[in-house]
């Protein structure tokens, strides 16, 4: 089954880059991960929506683990994601821990027939990409039991990875390569079909939703320099997805440094460079079913 959400990105095509994102931010969603499910009772059952390649996934069934046992959903729209991210959960989840997995585009409001009440719902960076995002969140919250969590994560800082002057084109190419990414991002969603406008904050919608206890955490990804070989692809990967998403929302002297910096065999390819770094924030919102 194809994952293209209805901003027509194909998901499953960003197989490996998605993994890459999981290893960078594995230590940090383990913390997250304790935070949301590390005082489940023995049995419980979570919710990954929009699971992708199974990051959170892992941590959360090692939680469930830690916890005595339990039951682990996994629903994503694409069988490809769903296979990899189901084989990390199980292993990590061990015999204690069930881990079975729906298929599902939640933008489809039928599809919660197929997902059973849970005790904790996870979704992040997914419901940005549906086209009424408060009827996204609204969904999510009849998936859970009475006394339920649901924890979207959206929104946070934008990624750094590298110095404000670069030692070629103008100081500050990142901010101004962030501000063209949100420029593209406005741009997509106004043109999802059927696109609705959500003039206002996420633990708002959780509020809108009929859920309680509105409120939220950030947590921290950092990896200093000078970063690991894996680590470096990744910052390769999100420099040529930038390069490829801006366009000319940028001007042609920033597009020139770009190319500079994705030139395996230049001076400045961001891929060598000891001074990459990677740092960002992403923000948890919360909030509870009534009991």
Request: proline share 5%; with cysteine.
């Amino acid at each position: 089954m194809a994952a293209v959400t209805p901003d027509n990105i194909d998901w499953s095509a960003k197989l490996s880059a998605m993994r890459r994102l999981d290893m960078l931010e594995r230590d940090a969603v383990h913390g997250v991960a304790r935070k949301l499910a590390g005082t489940l009772p023995p049995g419980a059952v979570v919710v990954d929506a929009g699971c992708g390649t199974g990051g959170m996934s892992v941590a959360l069934a090692s939680v469930l683990r830690e916890n005595g046992g339990g039951r682990l959903v996994l629903v994503d729209a694409s069988d490809a994601l769903l296979a990899v991210a189901r084989e990390a959960a199980t292993a990590a989840g061990g015999d204690t821990v069930s881990v079975s997995t729906v298929v599902a585009d939640l933008a489809d409001d039928s599809s919660v027939a197929r997902i059973p009440r849970a005790d904790l719902v996870w979704a992040s960076a997914m419901v940005h990409h549906l086209p009424d995002q408060q009827a996204g969140v609204t969904t999510l919250a009849r998936l859970l039991a009475p006394g339920g969590l649901l924890a979207l994560a959206e929104g946070g800082t934008g990624q750094t990875f590298v110095p404000w002057d670069l030692g070629l084109g103008r100081p500050g190419l990142e901010a101004r390569l962030n501000a063209a990414r949100d420029a593209w991002f406005g741009e997509l969603r106004a043109n999802i079909e059927g696109g609705v406008a959500m003039p206002y904050g996420w633990t708002t919608a959780l509020v809108r939703a009929g859920l309680e206890e509105a409120t939220a955490f950030s947590y921290l990804v950092e990896h200093p320099a000078p970063l690991g070989e894996s680590t470096r692809r990744y910052v390769v990967e999100r420099f040529t997805w930038l390069a490829e998403t801006v366009g000319d929302r940028v001007d042609p002297s920033d597009r020139e440094t770009l190319t500079a910096l994705l030139d395996p065999e230049g001076p400045h390819y961001v891929g060598a460079r000891d001074d990459v770094f990677v740092l960002y924030a992403r923000t948890v919102h919360t909030a509870r079913r009534p009991s």
